[in-house]
């Protein structure tokens, strides 16, 4: 809006210069709604140029729109076997129009850097969704031979089907999830000093 001002010399309401910010990057980018009939053309190219990658596409059946998306690349999977044997896994909010969830797992290099590894879009944090993930990517975690190890949120759906698909794998719980869990259950009843002391 500022920018506007001081070039033209007009004012413009927050709503128009919002208007103007989106049609923008339509016009850089391509509309949300394009990149979902350009996913089967995505899934070739990433294929074709990344052997080794994992890419399942699934579509509800009767209307063919886009119902869940697992992508690993050849790369990451390869260079995962390099890693420290330990996964983050956890789900966060999608941002654009359609909101959705996005599902990861993300490693620790030798540096204890994060090293992406497997990401996962969908609906939501469902017992299907993190079953479907979940068995994608054991299938690419079990030619590695390795015992990994699982660090999460302790996330509901997760819960349900984490023992289900990897059962025997050691699974942790991340401590800063652990003590906002325990800080929200026991606040305001006794607790506090305890609370306080555990952070």
Request: glycine share 10%; proline share 3%.
């Amino acid at each position: 809006m500022s920018k506007f001002k001081s070039t033209y010399g007009f004012d413009i309401s927050y709503k128009v210069a919002l208007k103007a910010k989106h049609r923008a990057k339509e016009a850089i980018y391509g509309s949300d709604v394009d990149t979902f009939s350009k996913l089967s053309w995505y899934k070739e190219a990433v294929l074709q140029s990344n052997p080794g990658s994992s890419f399942v596409l699934e579509v509800e059946p009767s209307t063919n729109y886009f119902q869940r998306l697992f992508v690993a690349y050849g790369g990451c999977v390869e260079g995962f076997q390099f890693c420290l044997p330990v996964l983050y896994v956890d789900g966060t909010f999608g941002k654009s129009i359609y909101k959705g969830q996005i599902l990861s797992a993300t490693g620790r290099n030798g540096n204890q850097g994060f090293y992406p590894l497997a990401i996962c879009f969908c609906d939501s944090e469902t017992d299907a969704n993190w079953t479907f993930f979940f068995k994608h990517l054991k299938s690419l975690l079990e030619p590695q031979g390795r015992v990994i190890t699982f660090i999460s949120d302790r996330g509901v759906g997760l819960l349900s089907v984490f023992d289900k698909v990897f059962a025997g794998n050691p699974h942790l719980f991340c401590y800063k999830h652990l003590v906002a869990n325990l800080t929200g259950k026991y606040k305001g009843k006794g607790n506090s000093k305890l609370i306080e002391d555990v952070k």
